[in-house]
């Protein structure tokens, strides 16, 4: 039982984790591009034709847009924030699937006959916009073409621009970024027609991103950067990677505890067939032959609890999977509405080999001790029988 219970607990526990990760991920790829390319020194760069038809021409490469990104001072009656105002370009939807986040209004982010522009949730509440008002907001950012001066209408460059929809991804994303028309960007950092500062790029479904990437490098050099998903949140994923492995550390070293009980089963047991031990001892069983007696049962008790608990601990993920049974607490303001589950095979293998090494372990030491013991009083007996013989 105590086996059982703990190899439930973990795959139950690293699947709900697995589930919570798997869907963090899709939301925050929804907004992030399969491929970015960025200079690896320097902040804008123009794509010239040449370099943009040979990137389409890669295999696999399905939609490029444009981005010109930049921090900026947002404000919206008295309240005001900072923010990464993003210009993009019209087929942007296409590269990131933006266009299914947005919660409130529509996805709108057009230039005429008037501009657009898409803000996060987080940067909605914090200001407090109304989607669709006749209140536009206003952005704030520092001119790069005059001399700096301490008079703020000729240090800041000022634009205004409607909100025509909300997104809602993850809270970093939605507290951080507003999107805009690329060519409202270039207008409010002043830049030229054709700079950019990111190229974002969707890769058809079934080729190799890794083949792409190591293609599009080629092409461009070592002047740019060309990450794919994973090299975007880097930090993001060795985080989680790092979280369930502690967790599965944790609930191991439980299952460590847990095992203490297979340890107190088995001494009891020898003590209870001590006499058994001296008769198998005088019928001729040598201490190995007794010593893997006890050893296999007690790996049968770790193997059957581990069984046990895998079989349980499946479906209880089922369960959850197909009923939905232990929900989110104030599940209205969760993009989902019960604890997400997803079961790895690696991960159920991963465990079932460790409760067995685990199991194994406990059992083989008190199982040595024991028999050492057992066997040399056995042969003790034994000889003082011969003698009075």
């Known amino acids: 039982m105590g086996v059982m219970v703990g190899t439930m607990a973990l795959i139950v526990i690293l699947s709900v984790f ?9 939301l925050i790829n929804s907004f992030n591009p399969d491929l970015k390319i960025t200079l690896a020194e320097g902040k804008a760069f123009t794509p010239g034709e040449a370099v943009m038809r040979q990137i389409q021409n890669v295999p696999g490469v399905m939609h490029v847009s444009f981005v010109l990104e930049d921090k900026a001072l947002v404000r919206y009656e008295e309240q005001q924030t900072i923010a990464v105002v993003k210009g993009v370009s019209g087929n942007y939807a296409l590269v990131s699937g933006l266009d299914s986040m947005v919660v409130e209004g529509e996805y709108d982010i057009s230039q005429e006959p008037e501009p657009h522009a898409l803000i996060g949730r987080g940067i909605s509440i914090y200001l407090n916009i109304r989607v669709l008002s006749p209140r536009q907001i206003t952005i704030f950012v520092p001119r790069r073409l005059k001399q700096p001066s301490f008079d703020a209408n000729r240090a800041l460059n000022r634009k205004y621009i409607s909100v025509s929809g909300v997104f809602s991804i993850e809270q970093d994303f939605d507290l951080k970024y507003i999107l805009v028309p690329i060519e409202f960007a270039r207008e409010l950092f002043e830049y030229t027609k054709g700079e950019v500062n990111i190229l974002e790029i969707k890769i058809k479904p ?36 790092t979280e369930k492995w502690a967790i599965f550390l944790i609930l191991i070293f439980i299952l460590v505890v847990a095992s203490f009980n297979v340890i107190g089963t088995l001494t009891m ?47 209880i993920c089922w369960l959850q999977i197909r009923y939905g049974l232990v929900r989110l607490q104030g599940s209205g303001s969760f993009i989902i509405d019960s604890y997400p589950v997803l079961v790895k095979g690696t991960d159920v293998a991963i465990i079932l080999v460790s409760v067995v090494i685990i199991g194994f372990l406990a059992a083989w030491y008190p199982i040595r001790y024991l028999t050492i013991r057992y066997v040399e009083d056995a042969s003790t007996t034994l000889s003082m029988t011969s003698e009075s013989s």
């Not at 697995?18 to 899709?26: K, T, Y």
């Not at 998903?229 to 060795?238: A, G, L, P, T």
């Open 269 to 315: 047991l020898m003590l209870e067939k001590k006499k058994d031990i001296i008769t198998l001892r005088n019928l001729g069983a040598d201490s190995r032959l007794i010593r893997k007696i006890f050893l296999i049962e007690g790996w049968l008790i770790s193997a059957s609890g581990a069984f046990l608990g895998a079989c349980l601990g499946l479906l």
């Open 18 to 26: 697995n589930g919570f990760d798997n869907l963090v991920r899709s």
């Open 206 to 241: 079934g080729y190799s991103h890794s083949m792409v990437q190591k293609k599009i490098m080629e092409i461009l050099g070592s002047n740019y950067l060309v990450q794919n998903r994973y090299q975007q949140n880097d930090v993001f994923y060795r985080t989680m990677q």
